[in-house]
């Protein structure tokens, strides 16, 4: 994947290179491992814990995510205060302590208040943001950013699959004691990286006046809203309706298919930001209507191939979205304070993903399997429209 060049440096300025980008992505991956993981084996742990059906796992799975929609607007304000990397390390401690709780954790509520603490004291994306985009400008962010999201599809891959390889002698509970260490790791890291600093006349100067105008961000919002609900909603019911339309299908098959668009992402997301960098809501529309074909393809697949191509083409349509989001993330941070900015795009995103979650138990509980992947295909279809209908408007 293509990443960030050094970024010529300033007075008062200290830029990343690539290396130290690289670090930063590391970072951020390691520290996914836990957090990515072992959600899935929710239905695993609380039985342990005295929900003996795993009666509560739909609504913890979650939690985290609720309160780091919560934390992330105060954390981000307070980076801006402190500094981008001093707020960064927070976020990598409060997922190791975090971490720690959980997996001492010898009863449900203290389970729940370690995942309520994951969400709250964690937010690492949004931190590792801010962070970037304090040092980095222009299409060295928005390339930086798009490495970031593979790392987090890399680790969304990967983590499963280590947390089931080491089930066998550590029990998934008890693997959040030893997955702590990764965000400890990835403190010490990047405890060696410069704190970025930009004094106030670089950011007032030029770059303010070539700021995207308020309702340009209120738009990017709406766009990071839609793509998380229209692609998200797919996922919490996608083993199910695998096991519906193809039966007799083994595990390792099913959850390929759920990983195939991330991988999708992982091969063509450098070729995408250098197709669609310099027409970004083009590329959002392009991107949204993939998804919204993808996706509306799950229902009639009857067959393993069909079902394959269905999810390469949202894992097409995923890579547009999540390059393109990118490249307007970036070209919005030039001129506004990082900090604020990806804390407020982080609890938009969690929003969404948290709008779909319940649109989907909805959705399932009523129509079945098949219902969450329709509803993401209109509000996909939406949002190509939007995309479209806004695409000349100034960036």
Known sequence: MTTAEPLPRTAGTVG?????????????????????????????????????????????YIVPTVFTALGAPLWGRLADRFGQKRLLLRAQLGLAVSFLLAGAADSLPAFTVALVFQGFLGGTFSATNG?????????????????????????????????????????????????????LTAAVLLNFLPEPVRPVAARTG???????????????????????????????YLITLVQQRLPGVNGAVAGLLFALPHLVYLVGAGRVHSAVEARPRTGLAVGFALVAL?????????????????????????????????????????????????GTRETVSKCGAVAAGLAAALANGSSGPAAPVVIGTVAALAAALLALLTRRSPR
């Open 16 to 60: 990343l290179d690539r290396r130290q980008v690289h670090a930063v992505a590391a970072c951020y991956f390691v520290a996914s491992f836990a957090a990515l993981g072992l959600p899935p084996y929710l239905t695993e742990i609380l039985p342990g814990l005295g929900d003996r059906d795993g009666h509560w796992a739909g609504l913890l």
């Open 131 to 183: 962070y970037l985009a304090a040092a980095l400008d222009g299409s060295q962010l928005s390339r930086a950013l798009t490495l970031m999201q593979g790392s987090a599809r890399a680790a969304l891959v990967a983590a499963p699959i280590l947390v089931g390889t080491l089930s066998p002698w550590i029990d998934p509970h008890r693997q959040y004691l030893v997955l702590a260490v990764l965000p």
């Open 206 to 236: 030029r770059d303010a006046a070539e700021a995207d105008p308020p309702g340009s961000l209120r738009l990017l919002y709406t766009f990071e809203f839609a793509f998380v609900f229209a692609t998200i909603i797919s996922f919490p």
């Open 294 to 342: 993808g996706l509306a393809g799950h229902a009639p697949a009857h067959s393993l191939l069909t079902f394959a191509l269905t999810r390469a083409v949202l894992g097409l349509g995923m890579t547009f979205g999540l390059v393109c989001l990118a490249v307007l993330a970036a070209e919005a941070a030039r001129g506004r304070a990082p900090g604020r900015m990806f």
